[in-house]
């Protein structure tokens, strides 16, 4: 066979070969066709038209559902007076064997007080400047220890009201350095500022109810001099109507729910709190403040519950002193009699609940009580003078304390909760 005929042959076996394969698959198509039609689907996979009305209104259902109420919110705050550190204080918390200071134990019987608040300020009277330019001392000149910020940090104190007339005892360097060493704790200060700040209110958000700290004073006793004017008005705030109403505004732009104002104001050891307090206190809560606590008299003043277009007011014109050595003892020396020195023993928390209603966002100021103070000072074990703030109601029958100090409490009881029932 030629060559031609063999190729010939090959061709026809190859188009045989390719109409077979084509053959295969066309049935093979087929064969699957008639099975997909041969496949029922289950009936019980096709909703009946009353299932899925039912599905349809499911769903219009978890659509329409109204959303869960926003809860009322109820922050408790805890506010006290002047905390001062006297010499025999400093020297009492001096351990001469470890060469360091220790005043946990002024705050012992507090510090639970403190520590259950949602916030709790005070205000700190002095520096803490470091003992490099400055004796650890107290008046005139006011220098304490760091340690005694540890100690507050201790009992429970978040924020330090720092502007008053003692922030410029050790000058420019002390107010830095006070403010450093407060923050370094991890608390806030209020008043006395490094540097220009970007705002002289500080805002906090407890528990989602926004509040904004005012901190004023209304002198430095004469010791302006010690900062240049442009320092001054940097550094400390001294009160200034203008200021204030600056401060009011940004707390508002700022949407605060709640506006403190913490001012060191008034006569010192006056009972009665000054016509010039009464209209600063106007002015302040018609700007739009809710809350003042008074500070600097070193002795407790009334308070009063006002109302300002239909929106609850509040001042302590002074929470008088909560720990130092001021007492009978130390100021009848210095010619100032019984009958007006022992006040100064005097001090209380005020023990306020705010409450948020969810829904419409309202303020309320409720449930303001008063927990009395008084400060023991005693002798410890080795000889060291202590100085202990106790709420009187818990240690006014105590076996820990003698009947003098007993007498005494009562009296201080006494006298506070008619100041603060405007008695």
């Not at 809560?285 to 300002?308: A, R």
Request: cysteine-free.
């Amino acid at each position: 066979m030629n060559r031609k005929a063999r190729l010939r042959k090959k061709r026809i076996r190859v188009s045989l070969l390719g109409l077979v394969v084509i053959f295969g698959i066309t049935a093979a198509a087929f064969a699957v066709k008639g099975i997909t039609n041969n496949i029922k689907v289950p009936e019980d996979n096709i909703l009946s038209n009353e299932e899925q009305q039912m599905l349809e209104q499911e769903t219009v259902s978890e659509t329409e559902k109204e959303p869960e109420p926003i809860p009322d919110v109820t922050i408790n705050i805890k506010a006290t007076g002047d905390i001062m550190f006297h010499p025999s204080q400093i020297d009492g918390a001096y351990n001469s064997l470890t060469g360091t200071y220790d005043f946990t134990n002024s705050f012992k019987a507090v510090k639970s007080i403190f520590q259950e608040a949602d916030l709790a300020m005070a205000n700190f009277e002095g520096t803490t400047a470091g003992n490099e330019n400055y004796a650890y001392q107290g008046y005139p000149l006011f220098n304490a220890p760091d340690e005694v910020l540890d100690a507050i940090k201790d009992a429970g104190f978040d924020v330090l009201s720092t502007a008053n007339n003692h922030s410029l005892d050790t000058g420019k360097a002390g107010i830095i350095r006070t403010v450093e060493q407060i923050k370094l704790r991890g608390m806030d200060s209020i008043g006395t500022y490094i540097k220009k700040p970007e705002s002289r209110v500080l805002i906090k958000d407890v528990k989602g109810i926004k509040i904004a700290f005012l901190s004023y004073t209304e002198m430095v006793n004469g010791l302006d001099s010690l900062l240049s004017p442009e320092d001054l008005d940097t550094m400390i705030n001294i009160i200034n109507e203008t200021k204030l109403k600056e401060d009011i505004a940004y707390a508002k732009e700022q949407n605060a729910d709640v506006v403190i104002a913490y001012l060191h104001w008034g006569n010192e050891y006056s009972r009665i709190q000054t016509q010039e307090q009464e209209n600063l206190a106007d002015m302040l809560f018609k700007e739009g403040v809710d809350i003042i606590l008074g500070s600097h008299p070193h002795v407790i003043q009334p308070t009063k519950i006002l109302e300002y277009e239909g929106r609850t007011k509040f001042v302590a014109f002074s929470m008088g002193n909560f720990l130092s050595n001021q007492r009978v003892e130390t100021l009848v020396p210095y010619g100032m009699t019984e009958s007006l020195s022992k006040y100064t023993e005097d001090g209380v928390i005020i023990d306020i609940d705010i409450e948020k209603k969810g829904e419409t966002g309202e303020i309320l100021i409720k449930n303001i009580d008063y927990i009395p103070l008084w400060v023991y000072k005693g002798t410890t074990e080795d000889g060291r003078t202590e100085h202990i703030v106790v709420p009187i109601m818990d240690y006014v029958e105590s076996n820990e304390l003698d009947e003098n100090s007993k007498s005494r409490m009562n009296r201080s009881y006494s006298d506070t909760m008619a100041q603060m029932n405007g008695e």
